[in-house]
């Protein structure tokens, strides 16, 4: 079983910068489909950020050229560095992993874009 940890959310003033990481445990592969998802209040996950095993990321739209996600597979670690952060970022921010058909998910952590 694929265990995932996420660390470093908070709150931060618009334009400002977190990073996400999640630490991944367990049954790690190399060739899953690391990721991070975000839900906001009354509406549903959506993805933010992927990664492909062979080390393509793929970004939503929203957060193109502010977020950038990275991976460690030495440390078993998924990484998403946010820069000039808006309120409408404001979420609960999972880490996902997918391995064929099943699908992993952390915790989530809480990220507050607020002045």
């Known amino acids: 079983q694929l265990q995932l940890v996420e660390s470093g959310g908070g709150w931060v003033q618009p334009g400002g910068s977190l990073r996400l990481s999640c630490a991944r445990s367990?049954?790690?592969?190399?060739?899953?489909?690391l990721g991070w998802y975000r839900q906001s209040p009354g509406k549903q996950r959506e993805p933010v950020a992927t990664?492909?095993?062979?080390?393509?990321?793929n970004y939503a739209d929203s957060v193109k050229g502010r977020f950038t996600i990275s991976t460690d597979n030495a440390k078993n670690t998924v990484t998403l560095q946010m820069n000039s952060l808006k309120p409408e970022d404001t979420a609960i921010y999972y880490c996902?992993?997918?391995?064929?058909?099943?699908?992993?998910w952390g915790q989530g952590t809480q990220v507050t874009v607020t002045s």
């Open positions: 990664m492909s095993p062979g080390g393509v990321p």
């Open positions: 367990g049954s790690v592969w190399a060739y899953d489909v």
């Open positions: 996902h992993s997918q391995r064929f058909d099943n699908q992993y």
